[in-house]
């Protein structure tokens, strides 16, 4: 498998698992400065390989009404800033090509969203930038279809791939892991994130919204530990009844130290041989 180098000292598919983890979307500065900070402490303070993550546009919410986030501009600024004062390396959703230059300026990992995973345009656009690119699989695609995904962004030109496992559609309002696909992903030569959040997201359940059950997050997240995530991605709160985006699947902030302690464990043991 590549090895995958998102910034000094921080890889994906190394003998270290990747934690991604960061609000959904920019609430306002002093909010994600205040998330970056703390996951900052606690990468120095637990040796953990940690990239800050959050979006400057939610582009599909579920209703018209929901909140998007501050827009590419001024979305920007905010990771900018905060990359340079947190130290974490940084992620953020592009949702359309033009967007990809712009962003790749300021983070150092692309993502592209579930939906969009199969966008050819947007994956030459991000694997041009000569950034990691982070791709969420498809709800709707089994794992060996993103070999077509992979292919893409290898003939782009992308310095470096990470997949990310978030469930598959599974009947109305419902998600399924089936964690056969992280190894069947991992086949394909990259690092394989396991979405520890948006896997217990329960699509449109809320009515205008969607609503989650983020009370199996660390089930299903020591799961994909004991079956060899290289990585895992959270969407943290310090308070998710309260947050603008996705918090019915949020972990809340304060659990994170201890279950990703956890997870490094369990990764560990999952690597050793039989």
């Not at 190394?14 to 994600?32: D, R, Y």
């Not at 986030?69 to 130290?87: V, Y």
């Not at 345009?121 to 950034?131: Q, S, V, Y």
Request: proline share 6%; aromatic share 6%.
């Amino acid at each position: 498998m590549n090895t995958v180098t998102i910034a000094k000292g921080v890889t994906a598919g190394g003998p270290e698992p990747l934690f991604i983890a960061g609000p959904c979307v920019i609430e306002s500065e002093e909010h994600v400065r205040a998330l970056a900070l703390q996951l900052a402490s606690w990468a120095r303070e637990l040796h953990l390989q940690i990239v800050f993550k959050a979006s400057f546009d939610k582009a599909n919410r579920t209703s018209i009404t929901s909140f998007r986030g501050p827009g590419l501009t001024r979305g920007l600024e905010i990771l900018k800033s905060l990359r340079a004062e947190s130290g974490l390396p940084v992620l953020t959703d592009i949702h359309e090509p033009a967007q990809a230059e712009a962003a790749a300026e300021v983070v150092d990992i692309l993502q592209i969203p579930a939906f969009l995973c199969r966008q050819t345009d947007l994956l030459l656009a991000a694997a041009r930038t000569g950034k990691v690119v982070n791709v969420k699989k498809g709800q709707f695609l089994a794992p060996q279809d993103m070999a077509h995904v992979v292919g893409k962004l290898e003939k782009g030109g992308a310095s470096g791939i990470i997949l990310t496992e978030r469930g598959s559609c599974f009947g109305y309002h419902n998600l399924v892991v089936d964690m056969r696909g992280l190894p069947m992903m991992q086949a394909l030569g990259w690092p394989v994130v396991f979405d520890a959040t948006h896997s217990v997201q329960l699509p449109g359940a809320g009515g205008g919204t969607s609503s989650g059950q983020r009370e199996f997050i660390p089930v299903l997240a020591q799961a994909a530990a004991a079956a060899g995530a290289d990585g895992f991605f959270f969407e943290v709160h310090d308070n998710p009844a309260k947050a603008l985006s996705d918090g019915p699947n949020a972990l809340p902030l304060a659990q994170f130290p201890s279950l990703a302690k956890r997870l490094a464990g369990l990764r560990r043991l999952s690597r050793a041989p039989l």
